[in-house]
């Protein structure tokens, strides 16, 4: 890769900039912070400071000869992913990328329970977040079948890493759904997706899709628990599934009501990544520097 575009330049993709202008490529990022785009700026990236919300406001984005990697997640509301449609409605008017990184979720799936879901099962979100990730995949692969473009998709499942373990719940005691009641989840680390996505533009082709997961699921309480074990504090409280309608957030609740095991195989086997943090425990205590001294402990 020589030119690189990342769309939605956060986490995950400040971590895939860094790597790719290591290895000699030129990088543009697309952040809607100034402040972010000084601070990228300072470390040797092209930046573009824009919204996507309002497509009159997008300036001219040129990404000839680019590898794209689009990471931007989709808006609050309904089912259509209008960043995405922007975003693809405004590259349509100039020169076209090489090849199309799309970052989607797992949600794509319905809560399956204890199923365990490939590239192949049926996509039927049950979540409105779920429903726009969907659409952002279909508006991608219309693009990349109108202007000869291969786009990659990536289903990925729940981030965790340096900076993004669950402290903020953890230490006010937000509760957590029953163990007994809690079904599979999935994760991935955050730097093993960081390889996993770069190894998805360089050996990806044209309808590849690909479920992003450790391979080892496990409850999302579950999670939750060894993450306070680490830092040194006190487990969550637990409540029933009709508990957790009345005191959990909306959002917490659409996870926990969601199950499923993500089969990683075709990952494994197609792109040749060898995860680092397979294990979870592993993962954990790779991430634990950056949170050891964000949140005083309880006396």
Known sequence: MQKVFIAGCGYIGERIAQACLESGASVTCLVRSAENGARLESAGFTTVITTLDDPAVLPPLNLTDSVLFYLAPPPGGGIIDSRARNFITRIAKSGKPLKIVYMSATSVYSGTG??????????????????????????????????????????????????????????????????????????????????????????????????????????????????????????????TMAEAHKVMSPLMLSYVSQSRIVDNKLMLERLGVTLRYADLSDGLAASLPLHQDKVARPS
Do not use: W
């Open 114 to 239: 204890c199923d365990t879901v490939t590239e192949e099962s049926p996509t039927v979100p049950a979540s409105a977040m779920g429903k726009r990730r969907l659409d952002a995949e279909a508006a991608f692969r219309e693009y990349g079948d109108a202007n000869s473009v291969p786009v990659v998709i990536l289903r990925v499942s729940g981030i965790y890493g340096p900076g993004r373990l669950p402290l903020m719940q953890i230490s006010q005691g937000q509760p957590l759904l029953h163990e007994a009641e809690s079904g599979p989840s999935n994760r991935i680390h955050a730097d093993d997706l960081t390889s996993v996505t770069i190894a998805a533009a360089e050996k990806g082709v044209a309808g590849d899709i690909y479920n992003i997961s450790d391979g080892h699921p496990s409850s999302m309480t579950s999670y939750f628990n060894a993450c306070a074990d680490l830092l040194g504090y006190p487990r969550q409280p637990q409540v």
